[in-house]
Nanobody
């Protein structure tokens, strides 16, 4: 079992940057693909990024490509989301999640954190 806890959210002006962290418990962290999702008020939770077990493979949602970077450190049981050139439409609660394989589908992620709020002002 994996327990996840996000941190690093906050209020930032448009064009600014934030780095989200997700701390994981459990000795099997390195065997999971890790993903970031986000959910804005009144909208469905959407895929943001994912990273493979080793960190050698990543993928991103179209709306964040070129601006966000996902990374992980298996020695620290952590995954990160570096967010640059933030836009007001990036405002959402951001969640990290763990899955057994590479997937964009939120229903295929087994474990979720509680989320961290990111607010981008214009």
């Amino acid at each position: 079992q994996v327990q996840l806890a996000e941190s690093g959210g906050g209020l930032v002006q448009a064009g600014g940057s934030l780095r989200l962290s997700c701390a994981a418990s459990g000795r099997t962290f390195s065997t999971y693909f890790m993903g970031w999702f986000r959910q804005a008020p009144g909208k469905e939770r959407e895929f943001v990024a994912l990273i493979s077990w080793s960190g050698g493979s990543t993928d991103y949602g179209d709306s964040v490509k070129g601006r966000f970077t996902i990374s992980r450190d298996n020695t620290k049981n952590a995954v990160y989301l570096q967010m640059n050139s933030l836009k007001p439409e990036d405002t959402a609660v951001y969640y990290c999640a763990a899955a057994r394989g590479p997937t964009y589908r939120r229903d295929e992620y087994n474990y979720w954190g509680q989320g961290t709020q990111v607010t981008v002002s214009s």
